[in-house]
Structure formats: C-alpha cells, structure tokens
C-alpha cells in the first residue's frame, strides 16, 4: 500500500547481534528476541496490510528494567516502539527495521484493589477485560470496552485513548485514569496522579493518554473501577432507513435519557454478523439500532417502555426488548463480533472517524457514494449516541490494486469527517494510516505546537518515530531531531 | 485591556511578546486572589469575548467564547432541561473576589469542578475543543466538537487546569448533558468524620450511582442557610441521588435499608436539595474572612479524616468533606505560612495535593500555593511552558515561582 516511512538505518541493522546480547544482560536471554521466526511474530499490528521486521523484541517483567532498556537505548541513539498486543488499527504499534519493538504483554500484574476508594492499580499489559475481571467479583468494572478488549492491552488503550460500545455513559480511557507511571525515553521514570482525583499541577495525565507511543512507556497505572448496576438490558429496534434511526438516537437523547450504548448497523453489517452470530437481528431492516440501559428491573422496563415510544414516530419495523440475559448475550455477540464476522467474509479497512450526529444522513449518504466510486462495498457499524463512525470498506487484499482504491476511499471519508465538523479519528488513534491526514484536521501552528510537546517528552525522537505526525512536516519544523 | 475576538488578542499580544513584557490573563478576575500573586505590566481580559456561537441540545453539546459568563450558559442549558454536569464551584466569594461572575474560559482553565465530579468526572473530562493563544501569540485548536476524539495530542486536557500560564483560552466546546427530573438527598445526623466518610464511601459501592456525597462537622453545618440542616445542631453526611422520579424513589428507599447500620437519614426533595448543593458549589460557609486561609486538598477518600487529624495536632481547623472525603475543605487561623508545612507534611504521608485558596498576598508569594512538583515532573513542566510560552509572558509565576 501506499504509506511510506522513514528510511531505515542499515548500520543500526547490522548491530543486531550486540544490541540483543545487551538487551538480555538488562532483561535475560529469556525477554529477549531476535531471531527471524521469533520476530516475524511481530511484524504487524491490526492493520496488517503494513509490515516490517523489528530490529529485536524485548518483554521486560519490570519497571526498572524498562527503565534500564530505554537508559541504554538512549544512550545509543537506537529508536524504540512501544508494543502491547498489537491490535491497533491505525499502525501505531507497527515496529521499524531499525527499532528495539519493548512490549509490556508480561507486565501483568494487579497490584492493589482498593473497593472502598473504587481504583485499581494494575501493571499496563494486562489485558482490558482482565482488569474487569479482577474485580467483578465484588460486581465493579473498568469501563472502557474496547472490541479488541479480549486480547488488548490496558498499555494500549492508554496510548490510544480506546472508546467502547459502553463510553456514551462512563466516558473513555482518559476518563477512567487516576494514576500512571512512565518510564521517559531517558530512563527516568515518572509518577503522575494516584489513587486520589484530579492529579495535581498541569494535566500530565491527559498529555498521556493518546500519546500513541510517542512520550514515554506506561508500565503501571492506577484505574478508576465502578461499582456495575443492578442489571442491563439492550432492545433493538430496526428501521426502514439509516435517516430514520439517526433521527431516533437524537430523539432518545433530547427526551433526557442517556443510555449506556447506543450501536448502529446498516444493512450490510445487519447481514454479516446474523449469519455469524445469529443473533436475531431483523433482516427486513435497512438500519439497526442496539439501546441498552441499566438499572433494575423496573427501571430498565420503564426506559426501554420510553424508549420505544419515543421510537414510534420514525416507524420502527421491529421493537424488540431483549427477553433476558441469554438474549441479551447473543444480541452483543453479534455486534461485539463484528469486525471478526465481517473477516470471514472479506478483508476489509475500518474506519474510525467521528461526526455531528445531525450530518448522519449526509454523510452515510457519501460513504456509499464514495466506496461505490471505488467499486468497493462497504459495511457501516458505529457508536451513534456519539457519532463515532465504523464504516468497514470491504476489498480483496491480495489484490494491490484493490487495496491501493480502499485506501483512497478511506481517506476520502476520512476528510469527508472533518469537513462536516467532525474528526479523523474517535478512538483507534492516527498511527501510520492517518498520519498524512493530520494536515486536513490541523494547520500548520497546531502541528507545530503538538511536536514541540513530543520534543519536551523525547528531544531526540527516538520513540515511535515516523508515526501521527506528517513526515513531510517532520523535515519543515526546524526541531533538530525530527526529520 | 479586553479582547473581544481571538484574532484582537492575538494583536493585543503581539507588543508585549516584542517588548518580552508580562501580561496578566483574567476572565472576570473572579478568581484574582488566587494563586501566586504577579508582577506584570499589563492585564489582558477575555470578557468581552462572550456569546455562545453553538448549542446543538440533541448532540449534548455547546461552544462559546471563553469570557461568556457562566451564569450565562447556565441559564441557557436550564432552558433546555440540560447542565453542565461537572457543577463547576465557584471559589471566588471564599477567595475574597466576587461571586457569580466566572467565566466559562477560567472553569476550564482552573479545571473546577463540584459535588458531581465523583460520578461524571471533572471540568476537564467535559472539554471536547478549544481555540487559544500562546505566549507566542499564535492562535492555535485543538479538539473539535465531536465527543470521541484521538487525533493528535490531547491539548484540550493539556490546558485544563494551567491557570493561564500556558495559553489564553478564546473558545471552548463542551459536553452538556440532561438534568435530573427528580433530586433527593439522604441525610444522615450525628456521624464523627470517620464514620461519615466511611458512609459515603459505602454509598459509592451500592449500584445506585449517587451524584454527590458530602460530610460537614457540627460547626460547619451550623454555618448553612438551608435552614431545615443547620437547626439540626449536628454534623450531617449527605448522599445525593438524582434520576426519574420513579428511580430516585426507589433507590432512596433501597439506600437506605443498605445502609441502615448508619441510622436513619431525614429524606430532602428537590427544592431543598438544590439550594443545599448550591451552597456547596458557592463555598458559602466558608465565607471569607481576612483571620482565615483556606486549602482545598484532594487525597483517597477513605484518608480524607487521616490527614485531618494530622493536621489538627498542629492547629485548630474546621473542615468540610466532599467527593466521598476525598476533597477536603480546610480552613485554618491566618499565620505566616498558612500552615503549609504541617499541612503539606499531612498531605505527603498520606498521599495526594494541597492548594492555598484563601491567604493575603504576602503569604501566598512566600509559600507554595500549588503542590510542589517532584523534580522530575517540574522538568516536564517547564518544557511545557517554554513550549507555549517560552518568554514566560503569560501569567507568570502564577503556579510556580520559576515558571
Ligand atoms: C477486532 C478489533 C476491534 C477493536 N475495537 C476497538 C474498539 O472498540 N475501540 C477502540 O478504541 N479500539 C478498538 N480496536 C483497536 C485497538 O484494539 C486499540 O487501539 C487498543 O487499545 C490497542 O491495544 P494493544 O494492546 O493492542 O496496543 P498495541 O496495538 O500494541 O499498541 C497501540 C499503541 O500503543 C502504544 N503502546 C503500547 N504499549 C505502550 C506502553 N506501554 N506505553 C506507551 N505506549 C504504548 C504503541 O506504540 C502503539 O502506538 C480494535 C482492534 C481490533 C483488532
Ligand atoms: C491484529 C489482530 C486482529 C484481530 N482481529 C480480530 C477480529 O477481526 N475479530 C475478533 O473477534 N478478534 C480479533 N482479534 C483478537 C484475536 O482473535 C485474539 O483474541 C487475540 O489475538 C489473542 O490471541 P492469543 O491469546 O492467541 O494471543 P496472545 O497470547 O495475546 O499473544 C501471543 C503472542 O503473540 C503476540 N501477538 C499478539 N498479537 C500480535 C500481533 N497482532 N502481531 C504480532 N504479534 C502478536 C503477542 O505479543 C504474544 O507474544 C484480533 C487480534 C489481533 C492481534
């Protein structure tokens, strides 16, 4: 595909050998991987079509030894990206050539849980949904849901500042976060926040979170965990036209309700996960929508009762409340499973960007119109409570000349976003694939603005180079290490 | 000097990003005695920058110019059954500055929030954009309108809470969300600090998403308006639910079988209950007073009473508790230092920060108002600045001496 990056450094290449034997002095020959096999493990993140091998891989199992990694890294001039499970979708997590990829997937540990002042301290490479486990015995939860949330790390939801299906009510990553520690790219290693709110002095915390790799190595944070509901229930209602749903979720929202999730599916993907998941999705629907709401059981009878009235006006062709947890459990499947359905059928490139709920019908308009000029298909899945859209261009990956049009129609959608008040990216980040994109979002002061404060994190840019910020502005900002 | 557009103040600016002079950035200076006190020639304001540009009530969202009065939005969002969520204080009056006069630039940019924030997070987790300029008087976005956004570093959360030392606000989004139909608050008599706190952290692990959780001593009760608790002559505990009417009576009644081990709680309807939280919100009884100062800490809740204690070996306080005992309110006699190193000491054993609201100026240039940094992060810090404002031209030395 078409996304070029910086150029390697062969001489770095050629250290090789000496570079992993001093990586396994600091972490053990055990952490440390460098033949060609072990690597190939490694090549790519989620968005596959990208690959490159890393110079050497390293799973350190400590704070300090991350510290000691990074000391010597800097020492030597040598790049570093960040790793976790690799399921970003935007390239972030792509290794280079002539990069040490550092993966935190054996930092796992929980730390503390602390019920009583509701956080838990965790090591970063636990996995999202791990963390909710660790604590749903006493019925809390990390609310922040990715997806991906089976294999993704907590390290990686912080980098990307990952969303949900469940943030339209508990908000996303940068939400959730009290605390963190990070090892800089020098060694240092830096505490910010604790277990208390509202970390003291500038919002380092919030620099942080969807810093993409960019500033430094998260290994431990302390998370926000919330006490469950009573009990949830989605309903679905399906409807005749993608306008019709867009005007209900705005309609749900004006009447004062504020449910949990709001999912959309347009026909396509309605199409896709029923014949996967069999979920019961209605097939005469040309676009779905899956509410869910918490509370008990009468209160969740008396939303979803409100929910559906509110719903009539836009002739609803299916009101279907779920019938209890067994229901409701394949009613998420299908969408939670989404992506992978879709898999099964074709190769196909998400999308992430987010827009003004009002533009829905415009814009979803557009994206057929775009994908068509491609002659691609498309499935649409999204967040609608906060716009935050999912179109899946459907394309052949072996097929270069396929892959070359999906990626031209993403980008056209992507602009499409941002041109009608939205942005590039809700929630899987700008890595490689957005990257040359950041220029239609911001200009050239705002860019400018957002490398000096990646200098003032990394001077030297060591860390997760050639990634978010357009390479051609790396050469024009004048920041001696940039380019 | 007053702006009243982005592009005026970025021409405002200029001459003294020439001339390398210090300028004072002010909303309505509601919040003027607050901080560090300054050296600067001159004194910029944003208030005549206001109007609210974008209000779309079905996207739960809002954008205004940053010296739009916060009255102002509110009074717009209560014409749409709709809030600002995070319940922005307003520490002016209990500083010595005026009240009721905030701007929405200055909540973000003091990142206040209120009661609320244990439940829906802070002032900053309800920014979604801005538009602002640096010390290098470059006018400069970040954000948008949208509530998910990841593309490029988080400048919105970058400026909350800097007190206009990196860059001058001129518009910002925000997040609104539906106000209750229904508030009813659960007050419990007689409880010591300990156990109040530890009621109001048991109501935080019950499903019922209580939306504020306050703790106020006998003393400080006793300084209410809201006549129905102060006549009780005890400290109170207060839980908050707020929902459907039906929700909120069903989870009131439920609260308190839970917790019935804490006794049993007089039950506050709507009306009293707004004008008991907005006293909380104004900082009313704590009132200024030039014999007081005032710190505002924020630690684990369950050690709020800890580091209470600690304090008081050392000095007489009164003391409110908010956010379960996690924001503690604690005002102490007026003395040289304003107590800041006993009151640090507390803070640094038991974990968290400490800000000085209230002391006259002379104090507040001695001792550090905001939490001192670990060198470290000071380093971070002053990276930051130089990279907004590397002449140092914009509020200096409001948070830190050497910033
Ligand atoms: C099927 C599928 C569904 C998905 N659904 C969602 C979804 O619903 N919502 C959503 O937001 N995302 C989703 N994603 C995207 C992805 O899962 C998230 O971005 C996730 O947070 C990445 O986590 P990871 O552990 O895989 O990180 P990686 O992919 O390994 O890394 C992601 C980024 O984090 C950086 N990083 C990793 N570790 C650290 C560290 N310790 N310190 C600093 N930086 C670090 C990397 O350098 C990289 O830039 C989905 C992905 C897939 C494959
Ligand atoms: C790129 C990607 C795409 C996915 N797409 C889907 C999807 O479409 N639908 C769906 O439902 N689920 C998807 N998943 C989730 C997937 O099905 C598994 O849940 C997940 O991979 C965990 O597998 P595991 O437990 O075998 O591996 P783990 O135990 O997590 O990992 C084993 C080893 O593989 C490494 N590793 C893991 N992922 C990668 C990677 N991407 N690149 C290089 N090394 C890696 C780890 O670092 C570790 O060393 C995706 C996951 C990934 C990583």
Redo the contacts between chains.
Sequence with gaps: MSLRMPQPDRAMIARRAEIAAALEKIAGPEAVIADEDGRRTFETDGLNAYRAMPLVVVLPKTTDEVAAILRYCHGEKIKVVARGAGTSLCGGALPLEDAVVVGVSRMKKVLEIDYDNRFARVETGITNLAISGAVGAEGFFYAPDPSSQLACTLAGNLAMNSGGAHCLKYGVTTNNVLGMKVVLMDGEILDIGGPHLDAEGYDLLGLMVGSEGQFGIITEATVRIIKAAEGARPMMIGFPSSEAAGQCVSAIIASGIIPVAIEFMDKPAIEVCESFAKAGYPMDADALLIVEVEGSEDEINDLLGRIARIAEPFAPTTVQISSGPAQSAKIWKGRKSAFGAIGRISDYYCMDGTIPLSQLPLVLRRISEICASHKLKVANIFHAGDGNLHPLILYEANDPEQAERAELAGAEILTLCVEVGGCLTGEHGVGIEKRDLMTTQFSRTDLMLQMRIKTVFDPDWLLNPGKVFPLDMLTMSGLPNAA | MRAATSWELQSMLAPFVDRQQPVEIRGSGSKSRVGRPMQTAASISTASMHGIWMY??????MSAHAGTPLAQIEAELAGN?QMLAFEPSDIGPASGGRRGTQTIGSVFAT?S?GSR??TV??A??HLLGIEAV?GRA?????G???????????????????WGT?AVLTEVTFKV???P?KTATLVYLGLPDDIGVELM??A????F?VSGTAHLPQSVAGRLETAVLAEQGQSITALRLEN?E??VD?RSN?MRAALKVYGNPIIIGSTTSLEFWNELRRLSILPYTADTCLWRI?????KGPKVVAAIRRHMPTEVYYD?SG??IWVEVAASADAGASDIRRAVAVH???A?LIRADSAVRSSVEV??P??P??ER??R??KS??DPLRLLNPGR?YANL
Excluded at chain 2, 298 to 302: G, L, R, V
């Design positions: 779309e009530p079905t996207e739960l969202v059954n990142n929030s924030r244990i997070g802070a900053r987790d640096s470059e006018l400069f976005r970040s948008g309108r949208v509530m998910k956004n990841v593309t490029g570093v988080d400048l919105c959360r970058g400026l909350s809470g800097s990196l969300l539906p106000a139909e952290c048991a935080m692990r019950l499903p998403e459907f039906k929700s069903y439920a924020s630690t684990t809740p369950m956010w996690g924001l974990g968290g920060h800000t905001f939490q940094q670990s470290l992060a971070i810090v990276g930051l990279t907004f948070m």
